[in-house]
């Protein structure tokens, strides 16, 4: 009689996504999702259904690819999962409204450790667990690909207030703003200076040691922690218009500008040291609103500036020119990533 080899003992935590079947996968990661308060019915249907006591709900949409968004190098699974949560939460609070449910869909190769999809997992968990309470992943799909990719579509309740839009600036309203500016493009600058090894390609020691060194600088850039809050707020003090600084505050204030067909004029000594990284530096993630002239800022938000007539955005009264911020096809000085 000849016996059998042994199966070697099966080991989970080197799954790979080609190992299992995708249910198997889902019932991995489901457990570490986050429940949505607002869920009526969640994840393993064919849609999920959301209360939206208002009669309305803001939704927005989100792409993080490996190459062009971060890079594995530099980022754990956590912080993947955190940042996709994050930037779509703050676009939801930028309408003043309060996240409900984020649905998800990845796309990766099949040789990717489930690990991996479990710390993504585990970072929209606390994610929304710290920035928005309440928030949870109501759904969302998986598929195969060559290139790792995170989509996150984001739901919010409006609370049975008017949506803050870009278009309502004035002209004698002041600007505020919630949270950093710059802080994660200085990151992102370290990154690519000496996150990298002798070739310049990404190095995931380098960026480890860099993180341990510069921890606010390059924590900001990996993981924001956007004012999610700070949304509702504005909008229950009367916030005439706003958005998420995602591309770079010079930019995103000209589009304001431009909806609003006014002058936004930023003061210098209000953007700290570094006022060039804070005009031009995305991803922080921060809250660019207008209030009226009597308005009583929120708690979180400070004056940066004025509404004027005319168009464009403005620096003590001169023209803000150049690049003005993130182009996802140039970069922002003119290579990609």
């Known amino acids: 009689m000849i016996e059998s080899p042994e199966k070697p003992e099966r080991r989970p935590e080197f799954d790979t996504v080609g190992d299992l079947h995708e249910l198997a ?23 999920a259904v959301l209360a939206a006591p208002d009669g309305r709900f803001v939704v927005t949409t989100d792409m993080m690819v490996h190459g062009p968004d971060f890079r594995l190098a530099w980022s754990q699974p956590h912080d993947l999962g955190w940042k996709a949560a994050a930037s779509n939460l703050a676009d939801v609070a930028a309408m003043g409204a309060r996240p409900t449910g984020l649905v998800v869909a990845i796309a990766a190769t099949p040789n990717t450790p489930v690990s991996v999809l479990e710390g993504i997992s585990a970072g929209l968990r606390d994610a929304c667990a710290l920035l928005a309470p309440g928030c949870g992943v109501v759904g969302g799909d998986m598929s195969v690909s060559d290139t790792l990719t995170l989509v996150v579509t984001a739901f919010g309740d409006l609370e049975g207030r008017s949506p803050v839009l870009r278009s309502g600036a004035r002209v004698g309203d002041v600007v505020a703003l919630a949270g950093n500016a710059g802080v994660a493009a200085a990151g992102l600058r370290l990154l690519f200076e000496e996150g990298v090894d002798v070739n310049g390609n ?99 938000f400070r004056l940066i500036g004025r509404v004027l007539a005319g168009s464009g955005v403005s620096l003590d009264g001169q023209a803000v020119g150049g690049v003005l911020g993130w182009d996802p096809y140039v970069g922002w000085d003119g290579r990609t990533g």
């Open 25 to 47: 996968v889902l019932d991995r990661i489901f457990p570490l999702l986050p429940v949505a308060d607002s869920q009526l019915l969640g994840p393993g249907d064919d849609a």
């Open 202 to 300: 990404p190095d995931a020691a380098a960026a480890a040691a860099l993180r341990a060194r510069e921890p606010r600088l390059v924590g900001m850039q990996l993981a924001p922690t956007p004012p999610i809050s700070s949304g509702v707020d504005a909008a229950v003090a009367g916030a005439t218009a706003m958005l998420d600084v995602s591309d770079g505050l010079a930019l995103d204030a000209a589009r304001i500008a431009r909806a609003s067909a006014v002058r936004i004029d930023l003061h210098r000594d209000a953007l700290g040291e570094d006022a060039e990284s804070a005009l031009r530096g995305g991803e922080d993630h921060a809250l660019l609103a207008t209030f009226g002239p009597d308005t009583e800022l929120p708690d979180g």
